[in-house]
């Protein structure tokens, strides 16, 4: 299982990569492999605002679909529009398709995600 070190991630399988005071946030490679083919991603529109631990998109695979929490709070700046087209993305590259940008609220926030380590221990477990 990929898990990049430089990143944060969720107890609800999402990732967050911090640049200054805006959050990129996928869903980790875990969760893909969970998830099987993804067949469709639903996305929130850009200026909607999230908070942490809110449902803000929609995975559809072959198997199930399944809701993506923010791990941030914050005003969605950007959607990645590839995946409409090409939602599969999302498995073959989880950490470069990233599904939204947001401009975080609280930066702390990213103080109770889990780090890399953290988040492998826990996927361990679960």
Request: net charge negative; proline share 5%.
């Amino acid at each position: 299982m990929n898990i990049p070190a430089d990143l944060k991630y969720s107890s609800e399988h999402e990732w967050v990569r911090a640049e200054g005071d805006e959050a990129s946030i996928g869903i980790t490679d875990h969760a893909q492999q969970a998830l099987g083919d993804i067949v469709f991603v639903e996305l929130p529109e850009v200026g909607d605002e999230v908070g942490a631990g809110e449902a803000f998109a929609v995975v559809e695979s072959v198997k199930a679909a399944s809701d993506v929490y923010a791990p941030v709070s914050g005003k969605i700046i950007k959607v990645n529009e590839r995946l409409f087209a090409s939602p599969e993305l999302v498995n073959s590259d989880p950490y470069g398709s990233w599904f939204v940008v947001v401009l975080m609220s609280d930066p702390g926030e990213l103080a109770t995600l889990l780090s890399a380590e953290d988040y492998n221990k826990f996927c361990e477990e679960e």
